[in-house]
């Protein structure tokens, strides 16, 4: 079975700063691999994905997260951030086998913005 | 084109009484995917249909149920509601066997 774990339940940055949120997982094959945010009392919108191609994968909103296989890492970062960054983000896996599962998400990471 | 679309954005029930959820996915896709996000227990995978079918569902009781219809929009259905119920219902369609899915903004369901 496939799991998510996501450091940190709360991050909070100065607005500018670097952004780092960290995601492990924990698969036999490497997945598939996302981020995604929800903003307060929406749905999630996909942030960015990775699927086997280039391991740096670059989303919208300006982040990016890192595939590495031998650490099981999708960290996402955003070199400098904005008031409007602040949401919940979540990391999530699909196998590679298909999607009986769906996604399997993990418990999100608060991000709050310091002015 | 229209996106994932769920109905009613906000559903208050007593306990014992049953809720009905509804989603349309995107046009065109047969898939739909049922989340169950409840405060401090993240997205919780519920069900699965495709072309009319349940296809898997999570770990969660039997008063948990719901069908797809021809159109592939699909009804959660939430019977003897407990006040733990309460959560943001989300419905994704996925845009492949394996891709990411896109998700509606959910139905916010409060048992009282």
């Known amino acids: 079975a496939q799991s998510v774990t996501q450091l940190g339940s709360h991050v909070s940055v100065s607005e500018g700063a670097l952004v780092l949120l960290r995601c492990n997982y924990s698969?036999?094959?490497?997945?598939?691999l996302f981020w995604y945010v929800q903003y307060p009392n929406q749905g999630l919108q996909l942030l960015l994905k990775?699927?086997?191609?280039?391991?740096l994968v670059k989303g919208i909103n300006g982040f990016e997260a890192e595939f590495k296989k031998s650490e099981t890492s999708f960290h996402l970062t955003k070199p400098s951030a904005h008031m409007s960054d602040a949401a919940e983000y979540f990391c999530?896996?699909?196998?590679?086998?298909?999607?009986?599962?769906?996604?399997?998400f993990g418990k999100g990471t608060h991000l709050i913005i310091q002015p | 084109e229209a996106g994932v679309t769920q109905s009613p954005t906000h559903l208050i029930k007593t306990r014992g009484q049953q809720a009905t959820l509804r989603c349309s996915p995107i046009s065109g896709h047969t898939s739909v995917y049922w989340y169950q996000q409840a405060l401090g227990l993240g997205l919780q995978f519920l069900l699965w249909?495709?072309?009319?079918?349940?296809?898997n569902r999570g770990n969660f009781p039997p008063r948990f149920s719901g069908r797809q219809f021809p159109n592939y929009s699909s009804e959660l259905n939430v019977n003897a509601l407990e006040l733990e119920d309460s959560a943001l219902y989300l419905c994704?369609?996925?845009?492949?066997?394996?891709?990411?899915?896109?998700f509606g903004q959910g139905t916010r369901l409060t048992v009282v």
């Open positions: 249909y495709d072309e009319g079918e349940e296809r």
């Open positions: 698969s036999s094959v490497p997945p598939y």
């Open positions: 994704a369609t996925p845009l492949g066997r394996n891709t990411e899915a896109f």
């Open positions: 999530a896996v699909m196998s590679r086998g298909g999607g009986a599962d769906g996604l399997t």
């Open positions: 990775y699927t086997s191609a280039a391991t």
